[in-house]
Nanobody, 127 residues
C-alpha cells in the first residue's frame, strides 16, 4: 500500500510559479501511475495531469486548461512526483491532490481509477 503526502502549495500572484511534490511515505512509485487532481470551492474534483510508465518510457497526459503551463515529472530514486506550475492564473486556485493507481503504470484522467490519495495542498493564485 502506498501513502502519499503532497507539499509545495501556497499563495502566489498571477503569472507566478509553484512546484508541487507528491512523496510516497511508504511503498514505491515504481509500479504506479500518479495523477494530480484539483478541487475548487463549490466545484467537482477535476483532473490535472498524470504520469505513468511503460517499456518505452514515461507517459504523461494533461488537462487542456493546463497544457503548456504545467509539467509533471517523476523522480524514482526519491519516490516523488512533481508538478511544476508556471504562468498560474486565478482559476488555478484549488486544493491539489495527488493519487496513485497500480494497474501496470497506465495513466488515467478519471478519479475513480485511482486507489490511493494524499491529503491535498492548497494553491491560491491572486489576481
Amino acid at each position: 500500500q502506498v501513502q502519499l503526502v503532497e507539499s509545495g502549495g501556497g499563495l502566489v500572484q498571477a503569472g507566478g510559479s509553484l512546484r508541487l511534490s507528491c512523496a510516497a511515505s511508504s511503498g514505491t512509485f515504481s509500479n504506479y501511475a500518479v495523477g494530480w487532481f484539483r478541487q475548487a470551492p463549490g466545484k467537482e474534483r477535476e483532473f490535472v495531469s498524470s504520469i505513468g510508465w511503460s517499456s518505452g518510457g514515461d507517459t504523461t497526459i494533461y488537462a487542456d486548461p493546463v497544457k503548456g503551463r504545467f509539467t509533471i515529472s517523476k523522480d524514482n530514486a526519491k519516490n516523488t512526483v512533481h508538478l511544476q506550475m508556471n504562468n498560474l492564473k486565478p482559476e488555478d486556485t484549488a486544493v491539489y491532490y495527488c493519487a496513485g493507481r497500480s494497474t501496470g503504470g497506465e495513466v488515467a484522467n478519471t478519479a475513480r481509477k485511482y486507489t490511493y490519495w494524499g491529503q491535498g495542498t492548497q494553491v491560491t493564485v491572486s489576481p
